[in-house]
């Protein structure tokens, strides 16, 4: 859709700037329609008349006046995601003071809920020629409010017992995203029109997503389309359609879909329609059918989605595109696979795939049975680095004297170079070392996985573990040891349940010659990953040592 967006300068002193005003704006936004009020009156007539997507006023449309301010009160409370840029004289900053310097401007708002997008001078800007500045301010106001054109949309259909390790791979395999991308499936196989699969509900939420969420964004969309995850996907359900838990960043509901998170914005206009859906169709539940007798097994054989998407969801976009890369229940997928969505979603122009990983990162369990020769083997199976899943919050048999302990396994494995992250197979909330038996996994040489589940752990570690060259390379250049590295990437962006435990493995880290400094977002998510080492690296590099 070719949106256009109406702007609205209401000030009654423009003069000949107008005509300059509008010859710049025709050269660098085409697609942006100006009007021009003088007054209050007109200013409301425009805003009634018609879809107005930005406004600039001047505090005084008459001489005196503050009819500026009852325009940007009337916006806020009636058109409150309108991007609004006050541009006015020098003069007029006591009345710009003595408005938003006060407690309330009126009975029902506050300051902070009227405050413009922006500030600006009419004699930093009109009397110079700065039009470009007004023209920056405008822009950010009009993406943040969700005021942006959305072209395309990507819609990944997947089994649900690999989905965790799925979602994880594309969310650091896919670089420099321009478009949404919607991971989804179900427990139900969608089968028919009259189907009563949970892949409704799922379907419908992520299609709406894809069209109304201000892009870029990768997300899943699973429990009867009720719950839309951005990360830390883990199933704990077998057969049931609330089937998920994770990093819940929207809502779906009744009335509508609310979202959590203050990066995720719904596009305004109720006639968005994506240009473009591309499907990219890999299998899993949703698509399955038995075989002719009805007691054959579940084979992902089916061509549901399709047809669904172009009969009860074609209001959603225009056209759409298939892309029938397998038709595989998800056991049967891996790191491969996931490698083969990535470059898919690369070929259709939306991302850019950074499909190296590590693929000798793999878990060890704890288990009763097991003794240390056990625990041995398991490690051994592992390259550059394990995920060791204990007990309960994180723990094992750590006693020293016991047959049974991971301990001497453990240290051996730290010892020759594999990276152990520590977490616990219980799948639900944040690991940390509250007991003894888990704090002295940390003491021996393991890292806390914190509030990543199994598979972000796994799959994380083993993307950064995959890019051995570059972190060499930073190493050398930095000074600061490549382990090092690797466990601030790797703990950077991760929470444990307390705050005191990731201040406990720091302070125990530098106890051991190791200071850490940790950034507070994942640095790979998006990011090439030379750019996230990057930040890794400035950020531990201001670490005494």
Not at 50 to 57: A, K, M, N, S
Not at 420 to 428: A, D, H, K, M, N
Request: charge should be negative; hydrophobic fraction near 40%; proline fraction near 4%.
């Amino acid at each position: 859709m070719d949106r256009r967006f109406t702007i609205l300068f209401a000030d009654d002193d423009l003069g000949a700037y107008r005509r300059e005003i509008e010859g710049y704006f025709a050269g660098v936004e085409p697609q942006w329609d100006l009007r021009f009020a003088t007054s209050l009156k007109e200013a409301l007539a425009c805003l009634s008349a018609e879809r107005v997507d930005g406004v600039v006023l001047d505090v005084e449309l008459t001489p005196g006046g503050r009819e500026g301010i009852q325009l940007l009160v009337h916006l806020r409370r009636y058109q409150a995601n309108t991007p609004v840029i006050v541009l006015t004289d020098v003069s007029d900053a006591r009345v710009v003071r003595d408005a938003f310097l006060s407690e309330t401007l009126t009975e029902d708002f506050r300051r902070q809920e009227v405050d413009p997008d922006g500030f600006l001078f009419k004699e930093e800007i009109l009397a110079n020629g700065r039009y470009d500045i007004l023209h920056w301010k405008l822009s950010r106001g009009l993406h943040h409010y969700g005021r942006v054109a959305n072209p395309r949309g990507i819609l990944v259909t997947h089994g649900t017992d690999t989905m965790a390790w799925g979602l994880c791979y594309l969310r650091y395999a896919l670089k420099n995203l321009t478009a949404n991308v919607a991971v989804t499936g179900s427990q139900v196989p969608l089968e028919g029109y009259y189907s009563l699969s949970d892949a409704l509900g799922n379907l419908k939420t992520s299609l709406y997503l894809l069209t109304r969420l201000r892009p870029a964004h990768l997300f899943a969309v699973f429990n009867n389309g009720q719950s839309i995850f951005s990360g830390r996907l883990t199933k704990y359900r077998k057969w049931h359609t609330d089937a998920f838990d994770g990093r819940v960043a929207a809502s779906a509901g009744p009335e509508g879909v609310h979202t959590l998170r203050k990066d995720w914005v719904i596009i305004p206009y109720e006639d968005q329609r994506l240009e473009e859906l591309h499907l990219v169709r890999t299998g899993g539940t949703i698509e399955s059918q038995r075989d002719s007798q009805a007691e054959g097994a579940l084979k992902p054989t089916g061509d549901f989605v399709w047809k669904y998407l172009n009969d009860a969801l074609s209001e959603f976009f225009a056209t759409a595109v298939r892309h029938d890369l397998y038709a595989l229940d998800s056991s049967n997928m891996s790191f491969e696979e996931w490698a083969g969505v990535a470059a898919e979603i690369e070929r259709i122009g939306v991302a850019s795939a950074d499909t190296r990983f590590d693929l000798s990162v793999k878990p060890v369990y704890a288990n009763p049975l097991f003794t240390t020769e056990d625990y041995r083997r398991q490690f051994s199976a592992c390259g550059r680095g394990a995920i060791f899943a204990g007990y309960g919050g994180g723990n094992a048999n750590t006693l020293e004297r016991s047959a049974r302990s991971v301990l001497p396994a453990l240290r051996e494995a730290v010892r020759a170079g594999t990276f152990v992250g520590i977490t616990s197979q219980v799948p639900l909330e944040p690991y940390d070392a509250d007991y003894d038996a888990g704090l002295s996994l940390l003491e021996a040489g393991g890292v806390p996985c914190g509030d990543l589940p199994m598979a972000d752990a796994q799959v994380k570690l083993s993307y950064i573990l995959g890019h051995p060259e570059e972190l060499r390379t930073a190493a050398a250049e930095s000074g600061l040891p490549e382990n090092l590295l690797v466990t601030a990437g790797f703990l950077s962006g991760v929470s444990m349940r307390r705050a005191l435990g990731m201040q406990t493995f720091i302070k125990l880290k530098e106890s051991q010659g190791m200071p850490l400094r940790l950034l507070p977002d994942d640095p790979f998510v998006s990011k090439p990953f030379e750019e996230g080492l990057r930040t890794v690296v400035e950020a531990c590099a201001t670490c005494p040592r």
